[in-house]
């Protein structure tokens, strides 16, 4: 029995362990908007930014969001001055694309709305593609922390 519990033990474990060995990509881009969670749960400020990536010889521009958390007393480098282009360690997350809202939903019956995107202080505003689907990343240097 306990050979038994042993192997099922190794056989389950194997799909979970493997699950967190996403392909890691750099991907060369300038964040060009963010939104920051209201709350700090856990000691944590969990913030997404958008990343206008850099292709070479591409028209149209290309959109990706990133989710990641730091410390509630952290901010990110990049929100007190004008950004540059940067190389990011991303890894997909499919299962997060979502289309990009433009206001933050408070309730149905207010007329407010608040903006969910900011800009980096000293840089342009940038066309957001709002009501479309963004791919969806996580940052291997900035990582997204559970909430417990």
Known sequence: MRVFFATWLILVSIPASSAGHERVETISGRVVAYSTG???LNGN??????????VPR????EFIRVDFSLPCAKSPPWISGKTSVEKF???RRKERDAVLPQFMRIEPAQEEHWPVWKSPPGNE?????????VPAYGSVDLPLLPIF
């Not at 591409?58 to 521009?61: D, L």
């Open 38 to 40: 209201l709350l700090c």
């Open 125 to 133: 505003p940038v066309a957001l593609p709002f009501g479309k689907v």
């Open 58 to 61: 591409r028209t149209q521009p």
């Open 45 to 54: 400020g969990y913030w997404s930014m958008i990343i206008r990536v850099e």
């Open 89 to 91: 360690h991303l890894f």
